[in-house]
């Protein structure tokens, strides 16, 4: 649950994701193969750091006895960038297919008041993140997470210290929370309802129902709690402040004098620059003295947000704007708030092909640093705002077909 981890397995309604399929998936995933050999060497050589962690040679042999790589991880690295739906699209589709499932799960658990009463964290946002992450708890995942991670190791797959991880989860074995079949989890090797990684299990876990066992699996409180505790341990939450919130853009607003998503000013200066909160009404206290960033997730004809420093927490659990959008606008749903008053634009997603030319054409004109690979992230968006300013266009950091079609030339 850090920004240092792979995409996680979010289980969403219907397609909110587009897999590759068929033979164009098995042939990326027979490239990205990993052999028994390689993942041998990966296992054995984290045998001494575990030893010295406590890990004992009994608990090692009866962990790893068998152990192969898993092909399905496999397949998901190589089919992570293959998603193709808009940022409007993704949400509506969120909104619609949770939101009223999270309202009554908000209404249904009264653990959740009592976490929020220790942690500080609002029952509306653990609650979005419950039902992202395991719909409730009817998807924990299926993956053994010591086979996931050492995969994971093996494999060179970014955006987390895998070996921490396999470390990690030899522990929480070797502690007895749970049995070895039940050490399962994501592709990503993230546990139970909440989804969290094996390090920050063992960091942040609660025992929150008091009967001596931190069970991220199967007790809800257990989960809840130890998200919770990962979200004011690990990103700083501040109770009392907002994460998301709608403001109305003026006509005309001016971007040249600000940055998306870069530049963090009061709300109140935000106001007086032409953005206001739409809702009409006040900030609180809290707010007023914080700062917070303009976000345009559909550029400047759909909704704007300013995002305050616990919008971090959302991009902690997954760093895709879609994600962390998502999940925060679920969270205000599910507390019984209007999510999104401002309609999203009506614009089609741009082909993965046509967005890879675009990023090209922006390291060709040396804008941009980075994977050719379609992923519209935040560095990618920098180096768009970087062009749409020298362009005298909008910089909203938010590609249109026509901007894609003038940096592909």
């Known amino acids: 649950m850090t920004s240092a981890r792979p995409p996680r397995r979010a289980v969403l309604v219907g397609a909110l994701a587009t897999l590759a399929s068929g033979a164009a998936f098995a042939a990326r995933a027979q490239a990205d193969a990993l ?82 009463a220790r942690f500080g964290v609002p029952a509306g946002v653990l609650t979005a993140f419950w039902g992202m992450e395991s719909d409730y708890g009817a998807n924990i995942g299926d993956r053994d997470v010591l086979r996931a991670t050492a995969t994971h190791g093996a494999a060179g797959s970014g955006g987390a210290d895998w ?17 070895r079949a039940r050490l399962i989890g994501s592709y990503a090797g993230a546990l139970g309802q909440t989804q969290l990684m094996p390090t920050n299990y063992l960091k942040y876990g609660v025992d929150f129902d008091g009967d001596g066992r931190i069970d991220v699996w199967a007790s ?11 979200l004011v341990g690990e990103t700083g939450w501040k109770p009392g402040q907002s994460w998301l919130e709608e403001v109305a853009l003026a006509p005309g607003f001016d971007l040249s004098k600000t940055e998306v998503e870069i530049t963090a000013l009061p709300p109140d200066r935000w106001q007086a620059l032409g953005a206001p909160r739409a809702s009409g009404a006040p900030w609180s206290a809290a707010d007023r003295a914080a700062t917070a960033r303009l976000l345009l997730p559909s550029g400047i004809k ?23 959008v998502g999940v925060s606008l679920l969270s205000k749903f599910a507390a019984g708030e209007v999510a999104i008053r401002k309609p999203w634009p009506t614009d089609p997603a741009l082909p993965r092909e046509t967005r890879m030319a675009a ?17 519209m992230g935040r560095k990618s968006r920098a180096a768009l705002r970087a062009w749409q300013l020298s362009a005298g266009v909008p910089r909203d950091g938010f590609l249109t077909a026509e901007q894609a079609a003038v940096l592909a030339r």
């Open 35 to 116: 052999t028994q050999a390689e993942f041998d060497d990966w296992v054995g050589a984290q045998r001494a750091r575990a030893l010295l962690a406590g890990v004992s040679a009994d608990a090692w042999e009866a962990a790893l006895q068998g152990l192969t790589p898993d092909p399905v991880v496999i397949a998901r690295r190589a089919s992570a960038a293959e998603t193709n739906l808009t940022l409007a699209d993704y949400v509506t589709r969120l909104l619609n297919g949770r939101g009223q499932k999270a309202r009554a799960k908000l209404a249904a658990t009264p653990q959740l008041a009592g976490v929020q």
């Open 163 to 179: 070996s921490a991880e396999f470390l990690a989860g030899l522990k929480i074995l070797q502690s007895g929370v749970v049995a």
């Open 220 to 230: 809800a409180p257990d989960a809840l709690a130890s998200a919770a505790s990962h």
């Open 302 to 324: 759909g909704p704007a947000f300013l995002a305050f420093a616990n919008y971090s927490a959302f991009e902690a659990y997954n760093p895709s704007m879609p994600y962390a």
């Open 359 to 375: 990023q090209a054409g922006l390291a060709r004109l040396g804008y941009y640093e980075g994977k050719i690979d379609g992923d």
